[in-house]
T-cell receptor, first 115, second 113 residues
Framework: DTEVTQTPKHLVMGMTNKKSLKCEQH?????MYWYKQKAKKPPELMFV???????INESVPSRFSPECPNSSLLNLHLHALQPEDSALYLC??????????????FGPGTRLTVT | AQSVTQLDSHVSVSEGTPVLLRCNYS??????LFWYVQHPNKGLQLLLK??????LVKGINGFEAEFKKSETSFHLTKPSAHMSDAAEYFC???????????FGSGTKLNVKP
């Protein structure tokens, strides 16, 4: 099974709301990722977790707060977002961060609209 | 530094004809290279990967890619296009320490009946 699941599929939130995106995988992968994808653009890396520790933060604004409560779950907490944060948010996982084992498996994404 | 250039932003083929999506990479080390496909409003699906084994890599759905070090290319091909192949395709190179992916700008494949 190479499935990464993401909930919700769609989310509409106001600029003062607090919401969370959830990502789950049961492949035993130890690296997990958050990406942001704007229309007609490639995904942009936001965060990388390795063995439940934050490994990379690509200078993402603090209104995005990641959390990895265990090796299967990855959350992205959202607060005080701006309309330009509207995008498709993709979660991915890989076996780990070693060569030959780092191909990423992506979830279907959460389509976020900030009003 | 690692980077990927997808040479065509749009490719249009007729159903049943060959597909060629071009990708050139830049890397100062032996790279890991991938092709992903994204259908509209969906996540990315791994088509195939190259990780310094055989230079001709076979993937899912009849796709394959050939790693050519002398040309720094990793072009994606398929002998016969199907309508369901219409999608966005991304060529990706992994960073030297494998913790990041560098995406090309994408090629949109259109398949005409």
């Amino acid at each position: 099974d190479t499935e990464v699941t993401q909930t919700p599929k769609h989310l509409v939130m106001g600029m003062t709301n607090k919401k969370s995106l959830k990502c789950e995988q049961h492949m035993g992968h130890r690296a997990m990722y958050w990406y942001k994808q704007k229309a007609k653009k490639p995904p942009e890396l936001m965060f990388v977790y390795s063995y439940e520790k934050l490994s990379i933060n690509e200078s993402v604004p603090s209104r995005f707060s990641p959390e990895c409560p265990n090796s299967s779950l990855l959350n992205l907490h959202l607060h005080a977002l701006q309309p330009e944060d509207s995008a498709l948010y993709l979660c991915a996982s890989s076996q780990d961060l070693q060569g030959g084992r780092n191909e990423q498996y992506f979830g279907p994404g959460t389509r976020l609209t900030v009003t | 530094a690692q980077s990927v250039t997808q040479l065509d932003s749009h490719v249009s083929v007729s159903e049943g004809t060959p597909v060629l999506l071009r990708c050139n990479y830049s890397s100062s080390y032996s790279p890991s290279l991938f092709w992903y496909v994204q259908h509209p409003n969906k996540g990315l699906q791994l088509l195939l990967k190259y990780t310094s084994a055989a230079t001709l890599v076979k993937g899912i759905n009849g796709f394959e890619a050939e790693f050519k070090k002398s040309e720094t290319s990793f072009h994606l091909t398929k002998p016969s296009a199907h309508m369901s192949d219409a999608a966005e395709y991304f060529c990706v190179v992994s960073s030297y320490n494998f913790n990041k992916f560098y995406f090309g700008s994408g090629t949109k494949l259109n398949v005409k009946p």
